[in-house]
């Protein structure tokens, strides 16, 4: 099993959706988890880190983690077509390392 | 500050030769971290450090080496080059344990 699970896509949103992303973990003791967005041609840049139980809002993007579930999810609302972008799960493994899924690719239709 | 630089930008070796990819950060962090992303994969850690003069393998360490003597720089040599190493390498680097800054990556290919 996979430390970090995503979703690879294509996800397709029009413009003004919400965009919703999934990503599973498998270390149940994981206590710190990231998006990062990654443009074509382009290096990772952090979005957004959670590491409590719940919701964590940042303008558009909505982050939810529920440890129970081993489960992590990026809400991206009134979607633009500038969210186009591969977005990368990314959990601590340790104190200095992190364990990164495969990306979820998401369009979003103008 | 230019944050997390890297060189060459791209780079064709032929099976067998070596090179060194640079990183250099100009934020006086301590961890910087080599990765690895082959295409539709995620980020595979290949060596970090915490410090000068302290390195450390990560998940796929097999056919390259590391080295930190300063706070800034952090070379990742690849020795014997193979097809399977063919990837974009980033460096990254970071002041605590939440975000990472990554340079603008290397596309290598080997022939």
């Known amino acids: 099993q996979k430390e970090v699970e995503q979703n690879s896509g294509p996800l397709s949103v029009p413009e003004g959706a919400i965009a919703s992303l999934n990503c599973t973990y498998s270390d149940r003791g994981s206590q710190s988890f990231f998006w990062y967005r990654q443009y074509s041609g382009k290096s990772p840049e952090l979005i957004m880190f959670?590491?409590?139980?719940g919701d964590k809002e940042d303008g558009r993007f909505t982050a939810q983690l529920n440890k129970a579930s081993q489960y992590v999810s990026l809400l991206i609302r009134d979607s633009q077509p500038s969210d186009s972008a591969t977005y990368l799960c990314?959990?601590?493994?340790?104190?200095?390392?992190?364990?990164f899924g495969a990306g979820t690719t998401v369009t979003v239709r103008a | 500050n230019a944050g997390v630089t890297q060189t060459p930008k791209f780079r064709i070796l032929k099976i067998g030769q070596s090179m060194t990819l640079q990183c250099a950060q100009d934020?006086?962090?301590?961890?910087m971290y080599w990765y690895r992303q082959d295409p539709g994969m995620g980020l595979k850690l290949i060596y970090y450090?915490?410090?000068?003069?302290?390195?450390d393998k990560g998940e796929v360490p097999n056919g390259y080496n590391v080295s930190r003597s300063t706070t800034e720089d952090f070379p990742l040599r690849l020795e014997l080059a193979a097809p399977s190493q063919t990837s974009v390498y980033f460096c990254?680097?970071?002041?605590?344990?939440?975000?990472?800054?990554f340079g603008p990556g290397t596309r290598l290919t080997v022939l």
């Open positions: 990254a680097s970071s002041s605590d344990r939440l975000e990472q800054f």
């Open positions: 990314a959990v601590r493994i340790s104190d200095y390392k992190l364990s």
């Open positions: 959670i590491y409590s139980n």
């Open positions: 934020m006086n962090h301590n961890y």
């Open positions: 450090s915490v410090g000068a003069g302290i390195t």
